[in-house]
């Protein structure tokens, strides 16, 4: 194996690069002004737009979290009383779920899957925006909500028959059911994309046993997202129908020969799957962060790829362990426990094989690692109680209490969030072409190291006490009072740790250290390209020769020409073998992805009024997916805006040596 | 750190009063001693794994190709900690299948003491059963049992979902409209104990509590014939204005004081209220002032409570106190 930073040879002039980079940089970025920022269909644009949207919902979540920390904090406390208590915990779990976790990890999917399989853009580009538009939709619909104070209270589950018309009047529930529809379109769209992307459009040589773990990982959270959201958006749809006025089915009314329980299983055979569905991009990062850091190749990439699909059947077989309490029959409940404990396996394997890629390589300790390090103690404390969690005598006696929110805190916090901010320190050179401070890196990982066991270890022990989840307060006698304090306290560091992580961020996206192409020195293709990338990605599209790109190269590796540079052209490969199959020519920017978006949210949002909304939002919407279609390549409007901007001259294009492809 | 921080035990999991509980927290002791003692070595394999050559360097080291030998070594290592982990789980499986046979074994019990528990927002209705229809008894928030009798629950809701929990008896049992539920448990220890619902119920989720006492069978049916009895009638003058405000205010529409003519059932059964240490389905102890508080404005100590303000005058509210507190 090579290093990672090839020195370019000279086998096409420079002339002729900054030809192919002024042409190609005219057909693939968007044109100057808010239109055309409203217009773009470029994944890196929408994606960073994801991320920020996705990021911001995470520290309003959090804000709620602090607020029912402080609440807690004392017995008997009245900082706030149940009613906008329970709107902050529905907010902000709903948040977290739907707006925050799924969210960002579809978005850094979006952003490196198509740099990393070495293509221009994701399959569908004016689905991707529609994709960004209406997830937005949903999110503004739920804070409407909160900050009318009309949010939803019924938890982030909304189990019926609270959330049904009977026990909750007026039009609270509606937004958060109508907010779940729209989200999980959003999520929906992503899991196409990235699908497609990855079938269809891999750099030639990347065949399936040398796709990156990061693109592995984000195939099988797609397939998941696919088979789980629409049981979610049954759910959701169902409780708006029972709910909606001149509706009023009764699917959930037992009054009516409804079913209460059939709700929880709809709805768990999305909740359970959706916990992978998060953490499964989280195994992405560690994957992709591990070896770059460890300056070896992963150890047991098909075991590793394996454990991804694995974790992604049995996940869909264990939803009930969510129901102990419920009737269920004692067979039932011996099957879903053992499924429950099976699922620990492919988990085990990819600890395992983590910890030995660490043990065999030589670790550079640099903040991604160090995020990656905290992540695999707190994910392992995390998956150790969720295996006590399968055992249905313990379930009984510790579910819905605090050590259940102990737990999925530790598998989520510590399975999602922990990796993504090693994600964030680790891409942010890519994003921004400069390197996140080391030293605000260390304190931030730090405080929320501290913070994060300060606040939730303490929840295991007031769990097995007693405390219940879901309570604005609590009463002196039950000696819950200190450690809710420490909880607290320890919540206010996690709040430090954020602010330190959002200054690390400002100061050094503008005065960060230059990062250069690959920092890092890592072995996927994202780095084989300028920092940021150019808005087509590649001025060639690269060949891959091993299963680290970057690593496994000969000097000089040839790359695709051929492909015309004045239209939005890919290279489409075939699925196994990533074989050059055919030519694609993608669209080209366009508003009516923000006009459909616009009639779908609109549509929902008031469909939470009036079912008139649904018949007259769908003519609106057939008039935003008319011209939709229509318009195909760019308009001239758009190409003449394009051609008036300056362009920049490309500093140096990192390069392999050209290969004619006919 | 339980000792460290002084929390009570009375609603808790690890201080078991019965054979269900007893039986559950042997098997988390098992599970935490194995699952802790794997962390520990997980958290030092990763220690070591980290720290045995690291590099501090500004600029990444190239990439190197590890051995085959070491690559083989590694290899076998993982393969052993996979099967490791496989016995394991397989062991704590079975472990897990023998506690819930255990658990579980009551149900078969002929002999048993039958208490139908009914929740609503949020107050929990407890029914006494007797073959004797007049000898079936009812009350509110409160549950005995004698010690070593099989006890069999029957849970309904006709509102929402809640989920009764005495942790020192048992686990949770969901109360669901449209699917009645059983729960068989038996107390081994004496002893006065909380439960709470754990079902999220909407406002006032967090005070839906019950007093739960294990006594001795002789104390537990002296218990139970004291209350069988109707409420003793007004002595003084002042209980009898009470029981005057009591019948010519909106109490009647919801309560019942047996032996009088309130016999509604929207809200908690009052014949014995004064026997209980806490009102408000746990709130708040069962004091005269807190009484009176209560009753001139329930919502001040639990809002969103379905029970109306009673503005009565200071007169008539210390004259209903007065009687409510005779209801031993």
Redesign the interface.
């Known amino acids: 194996m090579k290093a990672g930073a090839v020195a370019r040879e000279a086998v096409i002039s420079a002339e002729e690069d900054q030809r192919v980079h002024r042409e190609l940089d005219l057909t693939w970025r968007r044109r100057p002004g808010l239109l055309g920022w409203l217009e773009t269909t470029n994944h890196k644009d929408i994606a960073i737009r994801y991320i920020i949207t996705a990021f911001i919902f995470f520290l309003l979540a959090g804000i709620l979290a602090a607020l029912m920390r402080i609440q807690l904090a004392f017995p008997e406390n009245h900082f706030i009383g149940p009613d906008l208590y329970n709107q902050f915990f529905t907010v902000h779990g709903t948040t977290m779920m739907f707006l925050f976790a799924v969210p960002m990890m579809e978005a850094i999917g979006l952003y490196f899957v198509p740099l990393m399989v070495g293509t221009r853009n994701v399959s569908f580009p004016r689905l991707n925006a529609f994709g960004y538009y209406v997830y937005l939709a949903g999110g503004i619909l739920l804070y409407a909500g909160l900050f009318l104070n009309i949010g939803p209270d019924t938890g982030w589950f909304s189990y019926v028959p609270l959330a049904g018309p009977q026990f909750s009047p007026g039009k609270r529930v509606d937004f958060w059911a109508q907010m779940i529809t729209l989200t999980e379109i959003a999520a929906l769209v992503g899991a196409v994309e990235i699908i497609t992307t990855v079938f269809k459009q891999r750099a030639v040589g990347m065949s399936l046993n040398r796709i990156p773990l990061f693109v592995w990982a984000m195939v099988v959270q797609s397939f998941m997202v696919i088979f789980a959201m629409p049981a979610v958006m049954l759910a959701s749809s169902y409780l708006a129908a029972d709910r909606l006025a001149h509706v009023n089915t009764h699917f959930f009314n037992p009054a009516e020969g409804g079913d209460a329980l059939l709700y929880q299983h709809i709805f768990w055979f999305f909740g359970h799957p959706e916990v992978y569905i998060i953490f499964i991009p989280a195994t992405g990062f560690v994957s992709t962060i591990i070896p770059t850091f460890a300056r070896r190749k992963i150890f047991g990439y098909t075991p590793l790829v394996l454990a991804l699909i694995t974790t992604a059947f049995i996940g869909f077989g264990l939803w009930v362990h969510h129901m102990f309490a419920t009737p269920v029959p004692d067979l039932g409940q011996s099957f879903f426990t053992a499924a429950s404990m099976i699922i620990a396996i492919p988990s085990g394997i990819q600890i395992f094989c983590w910890i030995a890629t660490l043990w065999g390589g030589k670790p550079w300790l640099k903040t991604p690692l160090l995020w990656v390090g905290g992540f695999v103690l707190i994910f392992v404390l995390g998956g150790l109680s969720g295996i006590m969690l399968a055992s249905v005598p313990i379930d009984l006696q510790v579910h819905d209490t605090y050590f259940v929110v102990a737990h999925f805190h530790y598998v989520l916090i510590g399975g999602a969030v922990f990796p993504l901010f090693g994600a964030f320190y680790y891409w942010f050179p890519k994003w921004t072409g400069r390197m996140l401070s080391e030293s605000l890196g260390q304190l931030n990982f730090w405080l929320f190291f501290i913070g994060f066991n300060l606040t939730f270890f303490p929840m295991h022990t007031l769990g097995l006490h007693g405390m219940t989840r879901r309570i604005y307060t609590y009463v002196p006698e039950t000696g819950w009072g200190q450690m809710n304090l420490l909880a607290s306290i320890g919540a206010g560091v996690i709040g430090l740790s954020v602010l330190t992580f959002i200054t690390n961020v400002l100061i050094s996206r503008k005065r960060g250290a230059l990062a250069g192409d690959n920092p890092w020195g890592a072995s996927t293709l994202e780095w084989a390209t300028l920092s940021p990338p150019p808005s087509y990605n590649f001025l060639y599209l690269p060949t891959v020769h091993g299963r680290d790109a970057l690593w496994d190269q000969a000097v000089i590796s040839p790359v695709i020409t051929g492909l015309s540079t004045e239209k939005r052209e890919v290279l489409n490969t075939t699925m196994l073998e990533a074989a050059p199959d055919h030519r694609y020519e993608m669209v080209g920017d366009s508003i009516y992805p923000l006009l459909l978006a616009l009639a779908v949210g609109l549509t929902f949002t008031c469909g939470i009024f009036n079912a008139w909304a649904f018949p007259i939002g769908a003519l609106f919407a057939l008039l935003a997916l008319i011209p939709w279609f229509w318009s195909g390549t760019e308009t001239k409007k758009q190409q003449t805006d394009k051609a008036d901007k300056p362009q920049s001259a490309l500093d140096l294009p990192p390069s392999f040596a050209p290969s004619e492809i006919t | ?2 000792a460290l ?10 201080a078991p009063a019965g054979t269900q ?1 007893m ?3 042997q ?2 002791w098992v ?2 001693t194995v ?2 003692a ?2 520990v070595l ?2 030092i ?2 220690f ?3 720290s ?6 500004e ?8 051995g085959e030998a ?2 083989r070594r ?1 290899s076998t ?2 393969t052993l ?2 099967i490791a ?2 016995i394991i ?1 397989f062991v ?2 079975f472990w ?2 023998f ?2 046979r255990a ?2 074994a009551l149900t078969s019990d002929k002999e048993f003491l039958h208490i139908k528990v009914i929740g609503h ?1 949020w107050w929990w209705e407890v029914q006494y059963q007797d073959p004797t229809p007049s000898n079936v008894m009812t009350t509110a928030n409160e549950l005995h049992v004698p010690l070593g009798k099989t006890v069999k629950l029957e849970l309904q809701s006709n ?3 809640h ?1 009764f ?1 005495v ?1 020192a008896m ?5 109360l ?4 009645p ?1 059983v729960q068989y448990f038996r107390a081994d220890k004496e002893g006065t104990f ?1 439960g ?11 005070h839906m ?1 019950l007093e739960f006492v294990a006594e001795s069978p002789d104390k537990y049916e002296a218990w139970l014939a004291a209350a069988r009895q109707n409420a003793p009638n007004p002595t003084t003058a002042m209980q009898q204005r009470g029981l005057q405000v009591f019948m010519s205010n909106q109490c009647i529409m919801c309560h019942t004081i047996e032996g009088t003519a309130a016999r509604a059932s929207l809200g908690p059964d009052l014949t014995h209220l004064a026997s209980r240490s806490f009102i408000a389905a ?2 708040v102890p069962n004091t005269r002032g807190y009484l009176a508080g209560w009753i001139a404005n329930p919502q001040n100590i639990k ?2 409570v379905r029970m109306p303000p009673n503005p009565l005058s200071s007169d008539d509210l210390n004259a209903l106190v007065d009687y409510l507190e005779s209801l031993k």
Do not use: N
């Not at chain 2, 921080?5 to 690890?14: G, N, T």
């Not at chain 2, 669901?176 to 699917?179: F, L, T």
């Not at chain 2, 619902?197 to 006032?204: K, L, M, S, T, Y």
């Open positions: 750190m339980t921080l002084a929390i009570s035990e009375i609603q808790s999991a690890l509980a039986r559950i927290s098997l988390w599970y935490l699952l802790s794997i962390f997980v958290a394999a990763l070591i794994a980290l045995r050559r690291h590099a501090v360097a600029l990444p080291a190239p990439p190197f190709a590890p070491s690559e590694t290592a993982v900690c996979v982990t496989v789980l704590l499986l897990d299948f506690t819930g658990i579980y927002q509102d929402v979902i989920s929990w942790p048992h686990g949770k049992k969901d669901i409209p449209g699917h539920t909380r709470q619902c754990a079902e999220f119920c909407g406002h006032q989720h967090a509590r746990g709130a809002p969103g």
